[in-house]
């Protein structure tokens, strides 16, 4: 488990590791450590080179992801130390024990984790789409917990209302069906190649060929890495019911937004009227890209990160 893992790839086609640097197999440890009575699967990227600047950051991915998901922007981030836990349910990880997977449920995991690998405050904190609601509500009722707070395509808004209202109700049934579907068949269309491929494919904004087909490879392995169609359903609902905008004001700490120009599921203009609502924040906009900014830009959104460390030191 000490290198990363691969996808292969049509005959011709750039290979996954392509689009990593040599160093991060070098870099990579994984580990697992038990948080209240769930074993959770995470992985440690220590620094090429330890310098003043290097800190510690903890990554919350986002839905149906798992630690995958932001490996191009840890490679890009050669100097931190990043340290990126499957969340219980996705990945390696198990579900909670008798447990709704709840924002709430999940910001107490955040916390149970930092105590056990004994992360103090000055842990830079970073979340990704559904990440970036339980990094942002974890910060908001921990204020003193971490420094600072860094969202990647941040939900600003509630994902019920507006136009995309219609869209995720939707998939809520979709959720709900597949949960009370006899269990073959449920996680037969859960797990649908086809359906995760049409997913992919409205996400991805980028006209490189090679890249697409990575990103697409990327979902088709990770994608249906869930525990079981329960949890599945509970994080989904918890994914769609809450946002950052919720806890805005409670951000007291600075908060770096990286929004996508085209992103469909976190609107441009939704983090503008996140922006202006909290007390201390930046909001880097990456053109060109819409809600797979970790895939498809890491480079720019590792500038962004590091520019932001360093006006905001431990």
């Known amino acids: 488990m000490d290198n990363v893992d691969t996808v292969h790839s049509p005959r011709g086609a750039k290979a996954p590791d392509d689009f990593f640097s040599k160093f991060l197999p070098g870099r990579t440890h994984a580990s697992d450590v038990e948080v209240d009575g769930s074993n959770v699967a995470y992985w440690t990227y220590e620094p090429v080179n330890e310098t003043p600047a290097t800190r510690t950051i903890l990554v919350i991915h986002g839905f149906r992801g798992d630690h995958h998901g932001l490996l191009r922007v840890a490679d890009q981030l050669p100097e931190m130390r990043i340290i990126m836990p499957d969340l219980p349910a996705f990945g390696s990880s198990d579900p909670f024990v008798d447990d709704e997977h709840t924002v709430e449920r999940y910001g107490q995991f955040v916390s149970g984790f930092m105590s056990e690998l004994g992360l103090g405050p000055k842990t830079v904190l970073l979340g990704h789409s559904f990440g970036s609601i339980v990094a942002s509500h974890f910060a908001a009722k921990h204020p003193h917990a971490v420094y600072p707070l860094i969202l990647i395509n941040p939900i600003a808004a509630p994902a019920l209302e507006g136009p995309k209202g219609i869209m995720t109700k939707l998939a809520v049934l979709y959720y709900q069906a597949s949960a009370k579907l006899p269990r073959h068949l449920g996680?037969?269309?859960?797990?649908?190649?086809?359906?995760?491929?049409?997913?992919?494919?409205?996400?991805?904004?980028?006209?490189d060929k090679a890249l697409r087909r990575f990103i697409h490879g990327q979902h088709d392995a990770y994608f249906s890495a869930f525990a079981d169609r329960k949890s599945l359903l509970e994080s989904f609902k918890a994914s769609v019911s809450g946002h950052v905008a919720e806890v805005a004001e409670q951000l007291t700490l600075p908060v770096l937004l990286v929004a996508g120009e085209k992103d469909e599921i976190a609107t441009l203009p939704n983090q503008y009227k996140l922006m202006k609502r909290l007390p201390d924040a930046r909001l880097e906009v990456i053109p060109g890209v819409g809600h797979l900014i970790h895939y498809e830009t890491p480079v720019p959104a590792a500038e962004a990160i590091r520019t932001f460390l360093e006006e905001h030191p431990a």
């Open 187 to 207: 996680l037969a269309i859960l797990r649908n190649r086809a359906i995760v491929r049409i997913m992919s494919i409205t996400m991805a904004k980028t006209k």
